[in-house]
């Protein structure tokens, strides 16, 4: 778990089939970071799928955006697979808008991918 002045906090959770982060708080610039270290550091466990829970985001800006675009290339490179869990309110609505959750494996609240 990390936590940066309550900003951003991130709960690692490992499986056999893989890594799950959930993010809770504010996602932005000044927090990005933060989750980037945290998603390097899954990567670096190699799981077969990792998977980035954002339902539990208060705020997030393009930062998020950016920050699932390079977990998915990375996962790509890497031969693994990068889902995505959106929830249905502000986070979900921006990535909709933008156009990018069809090209997203996204799971509901409580999926397993």
Known sequence: MTDSGALLRVDRTSHPDRTELALHGELD???LPIAQ???AAAEADDP???VLDLTRLEYVDSCGVRLVLLAQHGAGEAGRRLAVRLG???TRRMFDVLG???????LDADEAP
């Open 29 to 31: 610039n000044d927090t």
């Open 37 to 39: 270290d945290q998603v």
């Open 48 to 50: 077969p799928c990792l």
């Open 88 to 90: 249905h309110g502000r």
């Open 100 to 106: 990018i959750t069809g090209r997203l494996e996204v």
